[in-house]
């Protein structure tokens, strides 16, 4: 099987080590777990030590029930039978393919996006279609391409939103059309949705899951809950077909989840208002420190963000990101993801939810490599 090189990741692996100025990571300022107990207002020695009693055997199967009772709070008409926990958001989005995608079907993903939701279906030999989001529609799709590519060979339309790495957010309305046309070709329609519930105003985004009968969600505990380092991810629909589909698909790559890992996110599931209000507030007080300099960068432009912790910044000057990336770690400590990952040009992808501090200085850097090096 060839599978193209997982670009973001690859990335990520090289140059994190150069990371003085950490704007590539997309999580929230990560919790520790004292910090989980102090918010959750729980005894932490009592709650360790009934952890520490439980026997490491492979636990619930299908999932700690507190566990996926959590997750289907965060949906309108989810219910936990039609959730199946994974390792990771990345874990989710491979079992779908995994159990849906055959070779002689046609797969349509938006792009940008991350790279999984194009390359795993094209791997398993499936056609895979191409709508490109654009700058000018504010990365949005154009509802009338999506019409053009789907076919009755289509199994399966793939979106994410929130959108890694632009931070566009489509509506009810988009969601609403997108649901129309796979239905009209008897399409599933897998969301990547880690970034849901971290909007940037009040306004409440809708799941797949919910809204289409044919709909699958895949989530996580990394981004909305700044805990990707319990690996826990999961994929939800309330179509009974598709999560026996998975189940049995699961028994062959996974089993079960750590016992550890579930518990712990659990209980911060019971904590998810706190969890989303701490890391919805951190994100408004960056996206102001990233928007004031965009504003006074005349190098930059972008379209602000409207959810989520990325943005998608352009500059103006004849670099590659490749190269503009690579010596801003080297040359100034600042950890970015090139353009080039998304297929994009003259951009880069901006982490922006770390401490304000460390945002001021990674963006002052920037901006003093321009001056040393593109303006001179």
């Not at 529609?137 to 289509?154: C, G, H, M, Q, R």
């Not at 979106?159 to 997108?178: R, V």
């Not at 239905?183 to 809204?211: C, M, W």
């Not at 770390?354 to 001056?371: D, M, T, Y």
Request: neutral net charge; hydrophobic residues 35%; aromatic residues 8%.
């Amino acid at each position: 099987m060839k599978l193209e090189p997982f670009k973001v990741e690859k990335w990520m692996n090289e140059y994190e080590q150069y990371s003085k100025y950490d704007l590539g990571n997309t999580t929230v300022q990560n919790l520790s777990l004292d910090e989980l107990f102090d918010l959750s207002n729980v005894d932490k020695t009592a709650f360790l030590n009934n952890l520490c009693a439980q026997k490491q055997g492979y636990g619930n199967i299908t999932g700690n029930p507190d566990l996926k009772n959590g997750i289907s709070k965060l949906y309108e008409t989810v219910t936990p039978d039609g959730i199946i926990p994974t390792i990771g958001g990345a874990g989710a989005n491979h079992l779908v393919f995994y159990s849906l995608v055959e070779p002689s079907d046609s797969v349509v993903s938006i792009i940008p996006t991350y790279q999984q939701l194009y390359s795993i279906p094209e791997s398993f030999g499936a056609e895979v279609k191409l709508l490109k989001l654009k700058k000018e529609n504010n990365f949005l799709p154009d509802i009338d391409e999506l019409k053009a590519l789907v076919s009755s060979n289509t199994k399966l339309i793939c979106i994410n939103n929130p959108n890694n790495p632009t931070g566009a957010l489509m509506p009810a309305k988009i969601l609403e059309q997108i649901v129309q046309v796979a239905q009209s070709v008897n399409a599933f329609v897998l969301s990547d949705e880690v970034y849901r519930g971290l909007n940037h105003t009040e306004e409440k985004t809708p799941s797949v899951a919910d809204i289409y009968e044919k709909g699958i969600s895949v989530c996580s505990m990394s981004k909305i809950f700044s805990l990707a380092g319990l690996r826990l991810g999961w994929v939800a629909s309330k179509n009974k077909k598709i999560i026996e589909n998975c189940l049995s698909h699961r028994e062959y790559n996974m089993i079960s989840c750590s016992i550890t890992d579930e518990s712990l996110a659990a209980l911060a599931l019971k904590n998810a208002d706190k969890i989303i209000a701490r890391n919805k507030k951190i994100i408004k007080e960056c996206l102001e420190i990233l928007d004031n300099w965009v504003k006074n960068e005349p190098d930059f432009n972008y379209v602000k963000p409207m959810a989520g912790t990325t943005a998608l910044v352009y500059y103006d000057f004849d670099m590659k990101s490749k190269e503009l990336c690579d010596r801003l770690a080297k040359e100034a400590g600042v950890f970015l993801t090139p353009g080039f990952c998304f297929e994009e040009e003259r951009c880069f992808r901006v982490g922006y939810c770390k401490s304000p501090q460390v945002l001021k200085q990674g963006l002052e850097k920037i901006s003093e490599f321009v001056r040393l090096n593109i303006r001179k």
